[in-house]
């Protein structure tokens, strides 16, 4: 069974960090480049970050970039985001996802089910 598990999410203060954790499973993790969304209330889902498949580059949203950074653990399946010097605009449910290819209009295979940021002023 594919399950993609979001963690990490919580309430911070405006200028904070919190660590977000995508766990993969199901499927051979290598091979699939993991993205890092955000849905606001009243808003469109956007892309924030991925990390790509084989030799693992790293790619931002101009908003994330120089505060969060992406990160993966082969060894555990796992894909972290680091997320620094928070906004109470980065307040969004934050979804993970698997995918041939990085790209913030997808096709992604597999999506988590999300884990709610909340940034306080």
């Known amino acids: 069974e594919v399950q993609l598990q979001a963690s990490g999410g919580g309430l911070v203060q405006a200028g904070g960090s919190l660590r977000l954790s995508c766990a993969a499973s199901?499927?051979?993790?290598?091979?699939?480049?993991i993205g890092w969304f955000r849905q606001a209330p009243g808003k469109e889902r956007e892309g924030v970050s991925c990390?790509?498949?084989?030799?693992?580059?790293?790619y931002y949203v101009d908003s994330a970039k120089g505060r969060f950074t992406i990160s993966s653990d082969n060894a555990k399946n796992t894909v972290y985001l680091q997320m620094n010097s928070l906004k109470p605009e980065d307040t969004a449910v934050y979804y993970c996802?698997?995918?041939?290819?990085?790209?913030?209009?997808?096709?992604?295979?597999?999506w988590g089910q999300g884990t709610q940021v909340t940034v306080s002023s």
């Open positions: 996802a698997a995918g041939s290819l990085c790209s913030w209009w997808g096709p992604y295979d597999y």
């Open positions: 990390i790509s498949s084989n030799d693992r580059s790293t």
């Open positions: 199901g499927f051979t993790f290598d091979d699939y480049a």
